[in-house]
């Protein structure tokens, strides 16, 4: 339990630390967390009802097995273009 809790402590300083190095001061920094965090959860949102409209959909076959693997492909895609950082 302890190093579970030193690793927890271990992983927020690296955050802040990483995100206190970046242009733009820290408060600019938690917006854009924030920012992508909002995104992350519309795209699971996404994910979850694309795959059981999937799953629903075709009960057997090659798109029941490879459709969620190529939208999960799809929605990375749309966050690495969507959670870009603004321009200054």
């Known amino acids: ?9 271990l992983l927020t300083a690296l955050a802040v630390s990483v995100l206190a190095l970046r242009p733009g001061g820290f408060r600019r920094q938690l917006r ?5 965090f909002r995104i992350v959860l519309a795209l699971g949102g996404g994910y979850v009802f694309g795959s059981l409209v999937i799953r629903i959909l075709f009960t057997s076959g090659p798109v029941n097995e490879w ?8 929605l990375a ?5 969507a959670a870009g950082d603004p321009p200054l």
Request: proline share 4%.
């Open 1 to 9: 339990m302890r190093g579970f809790l030193l690793g927890l402590v």
């Open 32 to 36: 854009l967390v924030a920012r992508r």
């Open 67 to 74: 459709g969620p693997i190529a939208l999960a492909l799809i």
């Open 77 to 81: 895609a749309v966050f690495v273009f």
